[in-house]
Nanobody, 115 residues
Framework: QVQLVESGGGLVRPGGSLSLTCVVSGIDIGRYAMAWYRQTPGKQREPVATITSVGANTYIPDAMEGRVSISRDNAKNTLYLQMNGLKPEDAGVYYC????????WGQGTQVTVSS
């Protein structure tokens, strides 16, 4: 059974930083692209950052460019997201996504940006 478990969310002040971690079990992530998504109430889940299977390429939306970095450690079956310069509009539930024969999702971790 494939499981994705996110951690690292929490409350941070505007301008602050957070590091999210996603530990995957039940599948070797080394063959698959992965991503982080964010969802806010009333909106569709949207990609925050994507990384190819061996980490050679990453894709960051313009709104997050320069403030977000995605990385992975295939040996640890783990995906990371480093977020800096957080803004209130960055708040939401962050989900880890594995793009294998189907899309797998974690349960999400809440990020709140508020003073």
């Amino acid at each position: 059974q494939v499981q994705l478990v996110e951690s690292g969310g929490g409350l941070v002040r505007p301008g602050g930083s957070l590091s999210l971690t996603c530990v995957v079990s039940g599948i070797d992530i080394g063959r698959y692209a992965m991503a982080w998504y964010r969802q806010t109430p009333g909106k569709q889940r949207e990609p925050v950052a994507t990384i190819t299977s061996v980490g050679a390429n990453t894709y960051i939306p313009d709104a997050m460019e320069g403030r977000v970095s995605i990385s992975r450690d295939n040996a640890k079956n783990t995906l990371y997201l480093q977020m800096n310069g957080l803004k209130p509009e960055d708040a939401g539930v962050y989900y880890c996504n594995l793009r294998a024969n189907q899309y797998y999702w974690g349960q999400g971790t809440q990020v709140t940006v508020s003073s």
